[in-house]
Nanobody, 121 residues
Framework: QVQLVESGGGLVQAGGSLRLSCAAS????????VGWFRQAPGKEREFVAA????????HVEDPVKDRFTISRNTAQNTVYLQMNNLKSEDTAVYYC??????????????WGQGTQVTVSS
């Protein structure tokens, strides 16, 4: 079984940057896609970005694509979410998740515990 652990969240001023990490352990995730989601207070969880672990093909959702970048380091079994020019609306709990390649976005079935990102204005 794959386990995911996020880190890197915290409190940052608007305009600042954070890099979130998602460390994978357990079974290999070479056949997985790793994604980042976020959930703000009172809102539904939303998809942010994803990357295929082996090829490194990535996608970032339009609302944040000019500010966020997803990447991975296969040697360290870690996926990153680099967030620049943060805004107050980016405040949320950020989760990384994994799904098998070919599964739909609704089929992410391995989740980390989440890391809080708070952007002060």
């Amino acid at each position: 079984q794959v386990q995911l652990v996020e880190s890197g969240g915290g409190l940052v001023q608007a305009g600042g940057s954070l890099r979130l990490s998602c460390a994978a352990s357990g079974r290999t995730i070479s056949n997985y896609v790793v994604g980042w989601f976020r959930q703000a207070p009172g809102k539904e969880r939303e998809f942010v970005a994803a990357i295929t672990y082996v090829e490194g093909r990535s996608h970032v959702e339009d609302p944040v694509k000019d500010r966020f970048t997803i990447s991975r380091n296969t040697a360290q079994n870690t996926v990153y979410l680099q967030m620049n020019n943060l805004k107050s609306e980016d405040t949320a709990v950020y989760y990384c998740a994994a799904k098998r390649r070919g599964a739909t976005r609704d089929e992410y079935n391995i989740w980390g515990q989440g890391t809080q990102v708070t952007v002060s204005s």
